[in-house]
Each structure stands twice: as structure tokens, then as C-alpha cells.
């Protein structure tokens, strides 16, 4: 039952009509990637990888993960067929967990096809020769849990939760990685950074800003995978635990 | 058996329902009202989907919200017309058959036995988003009595339905209730349940109203004067020959549109009468229609009584 209903979960997350925009997102990053030699002519491949990596396929995870989530349970109780699932002889924190571990893993697979076509692109299509790659694969995977589990615990909490979830994602998780002091650490996206060890950017405050290179994140990566693992634990035990106590009932249904 | 003991539900500072008491056994139990009487609110708290804000809800001795255990053994159709519209509706009832626990041979097997039942095998493969609300409805009535269960709920089930789809349902919940099934099954309208049950509870603006069988309500309606209009070219010709009937009362003329308002007592001997009028002495009738044939008529005798 557990299986079938992962296995479903990711099929649905699957369906081509749903996948084909991300795969189109991760053609362009990997398009972006082949441009970007003419742009940062000064910069090593390794370099330009960090820097696109940064920009685009971690807040791409994380704009995967908000969109993806917010669609378990958010979704079938805006379109009301909610009440199928919650009149089956499962348990609901079951059927979310599933759920959710399904969503985690097209996430993580959209990260990963994403950071091997921009690697093949940069590095001149010999993408498992980037040296960078098995601990952007790691954060990716890890993003996807702990940004996942948060958007996940908003949908729970509140309606329409997906505009608040992108707005997360592109004002909270660009703007906090630079700010000074320790306020970095309140970001999942630093974590994530923590993880990959990228070089920092140097010369282009721009891209400096969008790879949260601004702050003063020297975190490690035996801080990085602890932390996403622990916050991404806690947040989806608080969300099991929600769904199972809560009514999830369209309030317009009631007479 | 399903036993609510002083249960009421508030949506804020409105009452879904309030105060209901009552039991639900073996058999079909018509759950009438009108729109927002509470019905739904009734169904959703018995299927485990909302708390009551105050009371008891019993099923086999099971708290129902949110009990797993409780879905082995309990079917709901709701009212909502809500799909996954782009699964076929094979692959809908199969993926809520695979949820309720059955394996890959079972769900698929159980899953035609069902739509077989509900008269959809031929038409299953095609997307639900194309499917006429009839089709719809067999597909949600498929999906509630898929695992066999013992007590059945369906909220407003017969919505959609065509003349032969409704007496399919019937034939189909007079089977199973003589198989010891306890369903429950809300309308708000009379006479699409009156011919599948005399058992009722009758809900009036989230009160129970009235619970029992049918025909002691139907003798309490028919103690009360009884409106009928009957629209006629011979309006004073035909008062004139209904006036001698034993069970009218009185005759208003309504004279712009040819009809008679008639009050009459005991509705269904006056019927009688009526056809016996109409075909052997070729009394010039062109319609009637009762405007208290109705629900809404059943609840204003109970209230004013």
C-alpha cells in the first residue's frame, strides 16, 4: 500500500503535462550555461558552473519543490477531491508522507537532470568530469527535502499557500543569503551553498547577490547536511501531525 | 449501527447542525431536507471527515473522524461532482480501490465487478472530463460500494440520474439493504426516496425535525387541507362536478388563467376520483399539479404542528 502509494505519487508528479515546463527550464539553464562563456570570458568553467548552479538550478529545486508540494493536499482541497482520499482505509500521515517523498524525489530529479545538462554545456559535454558535481547533487537533494517539507507545512497551514511559497523562494532565499551578520543562517538555500563549496563570486556583484555570496556564509558542510536533514525531520513530523488532527474540509462545502 | 447523541457542528457563528440525536440501523434511511438543512454537514461528520463541535458520533462502537479502521467498512458518494478529471473513470475507481487496500489483481477485478454494477463497464475507458453528470454519479457510486462495505453513505445520489439510472439505484440499495447493509441516503427532494424507503429523518435548518417512518408523516400531511390546481377550459363545468366529491373543501376560482385552487382532504382518494373523472367521464382537465406534493410542504405541516 505504502509503495503504491509513492509510486502513484511520483507518476502523477510525472504526468507530461507536468513535467514538460521543468524540463523545458532545465534545456534553457543548460542553454544559458553554453551563452555564458561569451559573457564571463574570464571565469574557469569550474567557476562558471558554481555560478550558474547558484543561480539557477538551486532556486529552480526550490521553485520545483514549492510549486510540486503545495500541490499534495493544497490542491484536492481546492478542487475538492479531497474527500476520496480521506474516506480510505489509510492513514493519513501515511498518505502525506508518500506523498511528499514522491514530490521530494521528481524534485530532486528535475535538480539533478538540471545540474548535469548545465555541466555537459559548461565542461563541453563531459558533465561527470566536474569535480562539483556529487556535492551539488547532495544539496540538491537535500534542498529538496527541506524545501519541500516547508512548503509542504504551509499549504497544511494556510489557503492559496503557493503564491506565499514563491514569494518565499524569491524574495526570502535571494535576499537573506546577503545579509550581514548571521542572518544568513535562517535561509535554506545557505545550507545548501554550505553543502556544494562553491568558490566564491569575486568580481560581478550581480551574480555575487543572486548566489548569496554577498553574506558571510562560511559555513561547512558537516553544518549543511546536519542542519537540512534536522529541519527537514521536524517539518514534515509538524505537518504529519497536522494533517492527521485537522479538519481538511472546503470550507464553501459546508450547508 | 450508526448512533449520533446530541451532536451539533458550528461553522463559526453558524450551525450546521444542532442537537441531533438519533440511530441508524440495517436498512435504507432516507436523510431528507432541504438545501442547507445540514445533511451533508450530517454525512460528513458520521464519514469521519469533520468533528462535532458538541456530542457523540458512534459507528460499530468507532469514533469515525479520521479512523482508518472505520473505512473498511463504511462507503460514501458524496455530493460533490469532483473528479480527477483527467483520469478515465476506470482509473479512478481503480486507484480508490488500490487505496482501500487491495492488491493489483484484486482492485482491477473489484473495480469491473463495479462498473458492471453501476452500468459503466462499456463507457469506463474514456476521460471523466467528458462524462455526462449521470456518468459521473455511477462512477462516484462505484468508487463508495467498491470494497464491499457494510454501511453505505450517499449524499444525493440520484442527482443526474436518468428515469432507468434511478431505478437501477433503487433496485440496486433494496438488494443490499436485504443483505443486512446499513445506507443512508439524503435527498431533498420526496418523492425520489419515498418508493426506497419508509424510514426517515427528517432535518430542518440543522434540527432533527422528525424521524420514523414515512407513512405516519404522509397520514399527517393528508389530516391537513391539501392544495391542488387544476388548469381547465371549463373552469365553472368542472368545479361544478368536484364540488360533489366527499374530499373537497373548498374551490377558488382563478378565472384569467382557467384554473380552480381546490383544498381537499385525503389527497390520494381525491386522485382517484379525479382519474376516474377524467377518463370515464371525459371531465375537460387539462393538468394538475400540487403544490404541496413536496418537502418543503412536509416541513411547514411540522413546524406549524
Redesign the interface.
Known sequence: ?EF??YT?SVKEFL?A?RIAAWVILTLMVAAIGLVWKYVAKSETDTQRYADLTSIFTFHLVALAAAIMTTSIIGQEVE???I??????????WKLLLMRYLGAVTVVSLIGILCSLLLSAAVFGGNPLGNSLLVPDIMAIILGAFAYSAFCLLVSLLIVRSMIVCILFILAWETTVPNMPGDLYRLSIYSYMQAIAQHPAVTDNRGTAFLSGDLGNNFLQPSTGYPVLIIVSVILIAFSLWWF??F???P?E??? | MIQLQNVSRW?GQVI?LNDVTCQIGPGVTALLGM???????MM?LI?????PTTGDISINGMEPF?N?????I?G?C?E?D???E?NTGRQFVY??A????YGKQEAADRTNQMLLTVGMADRADRPIAGFSKGMRQRIKLA?AML?DPEIILLDEPLNGLDPIGRHDMASLLAHLASMGKTILISSHILYEVQHMTESILLLHRGRLLATGDLRVIRSLLDKHPHQVRINTTDPHGVAERLVTLPNVISIAFETRENTLQLEVREPDSFYNALSDLILNQGLPVEGFESPDNNLESVFKYLVEA
Request: hydrophobic letters at 30%.
Open positions: 500500500m503504491y502509494l502513484h504526468r503535462r478542487q475538492k477531491t474527500v476520496y482520499i480521506l474516506t480510505r482505509p489509510v492513514s493519513r492527521t488532527i479538519e481538511f474540509v470550507r462545502d459546508s450547508d | 461553522y450546521g438545501n442547507g438543512a445540514g445533511k451533508s454537514t460528513r464519514t469521519g471527515q469533520l468533528r479520521a482508518p479502521e472505520l473505512y473498511k463504511l460514501y458524496p460533490i469532483k473528479f480527477y483527467h486507484y480508490l488500490r487505496l482501500a487496500g468508487q470494497h
